[in-house]
């Protein structure tokens, strides 16, 4: 099995572009956004940790079986997210009792 050599520079340009994405976050923090601050934030979170999984992990270069493995961890995330934020966004604030 032959490995893929990946050049120096491509390590250099993500890390500087995980460099620049975590001072856009940082900035992103201080804007009020609404509504909207999860959103961006969660993006440029997701973007941060694909460039991770596939270039630092050697995801990009790996076998069909690998892309198996990773889009099967993905989706079973979003059935979980699925499934927490269905009942987080059914539960009415009368539910809860009251302890005092």
Same mark, same amino acid.
């Given at each position: 099995?032959?490995?893929?050599?990946?050049? !120096?520079?491509?390590?250099?340009?993500?890390?500087?572009?995980? =460099?620049?994405?975590? &001072? #856009?976050?940082?900035?992103?923090? %201080? $804007?009020?956004?609404?509504?909207l601050?999860?959103?961006?934030?969660?993006g440029?979170?997701?973007?941060?940790?694909?460039?991770?999984? !596939?270039?630092?992990?050697?995801?990009?270069?790996?076998?069909? =079986?690998?892309?198996? &493995? #990773?889009?099967?961890?993905?989706? %079973? $995330?979003?059935?979980?997210?699925?499934?927490?934020?269905?009942?987080?966004?059914?539960?009415?604030?009368?539910?809860?009792?009251?302890?005092?």
């Amino acid at each position: 099995m032959s490995h893929h050599v990946v050049p !120096l520079k491509t390590y250099y340009t993500i890390f500087f572009a995980l =460099l620049a994405l975590t &001072a #856009i976050t940082v900035a992103v923090a %201080f $804007l009020d956004l609404g509504a909207l601050n999860d959103v961006v934030a969660m993006g440029i979170a997701s973007t941060k940790a694909s460039l991770v999984i !596939l270039f630092f992990m050697h995801v990009k270069y790996s076998s069909k =079986l690998t892309w198996v &493995a #990773i889009i099967g961890g993905i989706i %079973f $995330l979003a059935i979980l997210l699925i499934i927490i934020l269905s009942d987080y966004m059914t539960r009415g604030a009368d539910t809860f009792p009251q302890a005092w």
